[in-house]
């Protein structure tokens, strides 16, 4: 594959974030995971889980959906941002 990093879309009522955000970089050890959170929503709770891992960045500049067409995953819970891929 080209694509070498997986974004992930998370809200805040996504329950374990702290454990599943871990496990899906150790499942996928080749790809960067790509944490955006809601723009409304702290980002503390997400820089605190990537500062455990290595391949864990978080961000939510920019536009959503150049970050939706170059992920090759997409997790989410009820985000409409989702629904512009």
């Not at 080209?2 to 974004?7: C, K």
């Not at 805040?12 to 723009?39: D, H």
Request: proline share 5%.
């Amino acid at each position: 594959m080209s694509r070498s990093y997986l974004l992930a879309i998370l809200a805040a009522r996504v329950l374990n974030k702290s454990k599943m955000i871990p496990a899906l970089e150790r499942v996928f050890p080749n790809y960067t995971l790509v944490v955006r959170p809601n723009q409304v929503e702290s980002q503390d709770v997400y820089l605190k889980i990537a500062a455990r891992c290595e391949r864990v960045r978080v961000t939510n500049k920019g536009y959503v959906v150049p970050w939706l067409m170059a992920s090759i995953v997409l997790i989410h819970h009820g985000l409409h941002g989702s629904s512009r891929y």
